[in-house]
């Protein structure tokens, strides 16, 4: 299959172009903006493979989603503002781009005729849970400007299979952590200040529950969605890897042997979701089952980003992390 996929020299994205030049016989156009978190030094080693090309254009830009995304089978949607820090401070790019860009996606893939659309989303449209497990019918309740931007663009790609018979598929994912994840986020940032010997932030009493799940593992999944999801459902993706940040912090600050001096205690962030979790028995059903222990994951990424400082130092000096 010839797969357009969107924001791929992000983490997530690149992760998963990057599974399936190795899993497969399919060929890849990587369509990025190249924002402050998509990197080329991210995909450099892909785009030397024959199968896979690389466009640099925006998903609102339906002019230019249209010249690139001519001749595919199939498309993975990735691309997305995703910060929820950043969606409180300037919530616009985040409606624009999650929102308005998912409408000239599932638009142009409409016009092209597409075989399948895949759209990758996020636990976070259901909000927060005190007990249980969200299912894919349960009510979408999302409590920041980010996760109302994602339920806003599940809707849309799903109102396009009523609409117009476009082939949508939808994945709702907890948190994924694993190599080339922009150093903002939560297992990156406090690896790399813990590397440097710096100090890390811990929102409120750090009681916050998130279920993790290395990306490898959630494309897998996603892949096979894609693949064999039937039209116009949604499938969440977790690993029941249901941590507090703060036992998570402990994990790190031993992997990099560094001791609880380095938390610093800041302010809650306003609105914080206490805890996330998914039912994942849809997606079980169509063969998928975790690879990795969560463990040895999170050892193998804190190994990667001391391994790869060359591709991390240059982002967090470009930003100001």
């Known amino acids: 299959m010839k797969l357009f996929v969107t924001g791929a020299a992000g983490f997530i994205g690149s992760n998963y172009v990057r599974w399936l030049l190795a899993n497969s016989d399919d060929t890849v156009t990587i369509y990025d903006k190249l924002t402050y978190a998509g990197n080329m030094e991210s995909i450099n080693d892909l785009i030397d493979d024959k199968r896979c090309t690389f466009v640099q254009g925006d998903i609102c830009d339906a002019d230019a989603v249209l010249a690139a995304m001519k001749g595919h089978e199939g498309v993975v949607h990735f ?8 969606s ?12 308005y860009g998912t409408n000239v996606m599932c638009d142009v893939a ?15 449209v259901y909000g927060s849970i005190d007990e249980g497990s969200f299912a894919e019918t349960d009510i979408l309740c999302p ?17 396009y299979v009523t609409t117009h018979g476009l082939p949508v598929v939808v994945t709702r994912c907890s948190n994924n952590f694993g190599p080339y994840q922009f150093p903002e986020k ?6 790399t200040n813990l590397l440097d ?18 990306v490898e593992d959630h494309n897998i999944a996603a892949h096979l969605v894609l693949q064999k999801g039937e039209v116009g459902q949604v499938y969440n993706i977790g690993a029941h890897n249901e941590i507090t940040n703060r036992d998570i912090t402990y994990r790190l600050l031993e992997l990099c042997g560094r001791d609880e001096s380095s938390i610093t205690p800041v302010a809650d962030r306003l609105g914080h979701d206490r ?12 063969g998928w089952k975790l690879s990795r222990t969560f463990e040895d994951s999170l050892a193998e990424t804190v190994e990667w980003y001391r391994n790869n400082r060359a591709w991390w130092e240059p982002l967090k000096a470009r930003t100001g992390l």
């Not at 985040?94 to 929102?99: E, K, P, Q, S």
């Not at 409120?204 to 993790?212: A, C, K, L, Q, S």
Request: positive net charge; proline residues 5%; aromatic residues 10%.
């Open 275 to 286: 805890r996330y979790s998914v039912y994942i028995d849809k997606v079980s059903a169509l």
């Open 143 to 159: 409590r920041s400007p980010y996760s109302a931007s994602k339920a806003s663009s599940d809707l849309i790609a799903l109102s």
């Open 197 to 214: 010997g710096k100090k890390v932030p811990l929102y409120g009493d750090g009681g916050n529950v998130r279920d993790w799940i290395h």
């Open 88 to 99: 409180i401070v300037d919530p616009y790019a985040f409606v624009r781009t999650n929102a």
């Open 186 to 191: 939560l297992i990156p940032l406090f690896t």
């Open 110 to 124: 409409r016009q092209v005729e597409v075989q399948r659309f895949l759209h990758i989303s996020t636990d976070e």
């Open 79 to 86: 691309a997305a503002e995703s910060h929820v820090d950043r």
